[in-house]
């Protein structure tokens, strides 16, 4: 009787134990994807602009809202859409959303795969730049939330660093153009993803702010429509 006892005794202590590897193998090391469609709404997406001059949102043509997509992509389907005229050479369109239930104080490995539309050409002249490849489409996260601030010049600029039109900062990387892969001036739906990741430490709540915006060198308007967004948090 002692050494069947003992016999199960073991056995019970070996399931325990398998039991707890999986879990920590499988259960706190499974990425977390979180994806948005805006098939009804923005989904708590919201955003700005910055890189302009304090109370010249009339003459840059500033503009955010949920809208359908344009013509001739299907009518039916909803987007964020953001547009503004670049008149300073420099204007960062940006929109921003926190995601809660992380980890607390967690350091995160974060990929972004957007779809959005474009009207830009492939190989585009314009003033200033390219109104494909002179605009940068940029992804981040940060602990606080992403805000424009004004200052000693009375000129709106980020509390993050986002680096300046093509070149990324510590706080968002690059993640291709604005161009929509096309000879023509038509939108077309394009995807801007990530390979290497980009790494972020959430809050101690467990929180992080996503960012993505535009930064243009393009001195005209863009227009952007984003389509859909997913990020995978590793």
């Known amino acids: 009787m002692v050494s069947k006892f003992k016999c199960y005794a073991w056995l019970a202590l070996g399931l325990l134990f398998f039991s707890g590897c999986s879990d920590d193998d499988n259960g706190n090391d499974r990425p977390e994807i979180i994806d948005f469609h805006f098939s ?3 989904e708590a997406w919201s955003g700005d602009f910055a890189d302009y001059p304090l109370g010249e949102e009339d003459f840059y043509e500033l503009e955010l809202g949920y809208a359908a997509l344009p013509d001739p992509l299907d009518n039916s389907d909803g987007a964020l859409r953001q547009t503004g005229n670049n008149h300073s050479d420099d204007l960062f ?10 980890d607390p104080d967690r350091e995160y490995r974060i990929y972004f795969d957007l779809r959005i539309a474009s009207d830009a050409p ?7 730049g390219s109104p494909a490849e002179s605009v940068i489409i940029k992804a981040g996260a940060v602990k606080e939330e992403p805000k424009k601030k004004v ?21 968002m990387i690059n993640l291709g153009n604005f161009s929509n892969e096309t000879d023509a001036d038509t939108y077309t739906i394009v995807q801007r993803s990530n390979t290497d990741p980009f790494t972020a430490t959430s809050n101690a709540d467990g929180e992080l702010w996503l960012v993505i915006g535009t930064d243009s060198g393009f001195e005209g308007t863009t227009t952007i429509y984003y389509d859909s967004i997913s990020v995978t948090f590793e």
Request: glycine letters at 14%; hydrophobic letters at 25%.
């Open 40 to 42: 009804n709404d923005a």
């Open 151 to 171: 200052n000693e010049n009375d000129y709106y600029e980020m509390n993050i660093d986002k680096g300046n039109q093509s070149q990324p900062g510590e706080d």
């Open 93 to 102: 369109m940006f929109i921003k959303r926190k995601i809660t239930g992380l």
């Open 122 to 128: 492939e190989g585009s002249v314009g003033i200033g």
